[in-house]
């Protein structure tokens, strides 16, 4: 958490959570004032799902952020344009974070910042009530499907992967089929969000897909489910997928469910120069039930950049977590 590196505090960040160990939650305290505000954030994250509520205070305050009121009919210059641009999505991300918490406080907030000026922070706060129930803020995004214009559709699909539940999958069957391409795509990785085995049919067509972009979303959408469902048409996204990281997407996928895969290509990927590459890699290792990968995974920590590093070191420790308890020696006491 003392790295120069703000990428490497947030990923940080947010492995505590994720490794659920209530030892973290003086170090994610002291990260709720942290010089990012993105690692305030994955902080608090991380501290809700700890049970900690010291996070509220933060996010409240990041989410309050506005800029200065302009006089009517005076437009922002170019820099006000770009600090306004990057507020939003701080805000964004915060009130993700806060609709988590699914209180009523947490609820009357977002219907208060459903009047916002900011379009994005109006979306955000749907969206968190798109996923504590509200029916009038999921049918705002899923009737804009039908909408002619792609930009709008592809918003709207966004939006509703967002919502991540499976109230969205129905909805999405419309676009799976797009005439457009980024909407298809989209589409797939929207579906990915939910954990509805209905739309693995869907995700199966979109493998196939003339678009590259639309098949390589199909097979991480499928990896992310990892339902049993899925475990034929990952083994045949596999044969198919004509680049590393698809394979590495589906080579996760099956890991997950407990299929044994062969760890070559995860092997050679972490010495990638790519860095997206590596990270995925490391998701298979850790995925991975042999002791292979554990031994791969302790090679990583000397990799030279830091993020690989942490998300490698994280990885052992869930493993580690994971692991059953050893069996008695034989002939040993009870």
Do not use: C
């Not at 947490?106 to 968190?128: F, I, S």
């Not at 049919?201 to 003339?210: H, T």
């Not at 979303?217 to 499928?222: K, P, Q, S, W």
């Amino acid at each position: 958490m003392e790295s120069p590196d703000p990428e490497l505090r947030i990923m940080t960040s947010q492995q505590w959570g994720e490794l659920a160990n209530p030892g973290a939650i003086p170090t994610l305290k002291t990260a709720l004032v942290d010089t990012n505000r993105y690692v305030r954030i994955a902080a608090a994250e991380s501290l809700q799902r700890l049970g900690d509520s010291s996070w509220q205070t933060t996010l409240e305050a990041i989410v309050a952020e506005r800029g200065p009121e302009l006089k009517p009919g005076k437009r922002p210059g170019p820099a006000e344009e770009l600090k306004s641009i990057a507020r939003s999505k701080l805000r964004v991300a915060a009130i993700r974070v806060y609709a988590l918490a699914k209180t009523p406080e947490a609820e009357a907030k977002l219907r208060e910042l459903r009047d916002d000026p900011d379009a994005a922070v109006r979306d955000a706060a749907r969206v968190g009530l798109a996923r504590l129930g509200s029916q009038e803020d999921f049918d705002k995004f899923a009737g804009a499907l039908d909408s002619q214009d792609p930009a709008e559709r592809l918003t709207a699909v966004r939006r509703l992967g967002d919502i991540g539940s499976n109230i969205v999958s129905q909805a999405l069957q419309k676009t799976a089929k797009d005439p457009d391409a980024q909407v298809r795509a989209a589409t797939m990785s929207a579906m990915g969000a939910t954990d509805d085995p209905t739309v693995i049919p869907y995700l199966s067509q979109g493998i196939d897909d003339k678009d590259p972009f639309v098949r390589s979303n199909a097979v991480e959408a499928l990896s992310r489910l990892a339902l049993p469902q899925s475990k034929t048409h990952l083994k045949l996204a596999y044969e198919k997928a004509p680049t590393a990281i698809q394979k590495l997407l589906a080579e996760r996928g099956l890991a997950k469910m407990g299929e044994k895969v062969e760890l070559a290509l995860a092997g050679r990927s972490v010495a990638q120069k790519d860095l997206d590459t590596r990270l995925i890699a490391v998701e298979v290792l850790e995925a991975a039930e042999s002791a292979e990968a554990m031994d791969i995974l302790q090679l990583v920590l000397d990799d030279s950049n830091s993020r690989v590093k942490a998300r490698a070191a994280a990885a052992i420790l869930k493993r580690l977590k994971r692991a059953p308890p050893p069996a008695p020696a034989k002939g040993g006491k009870k």
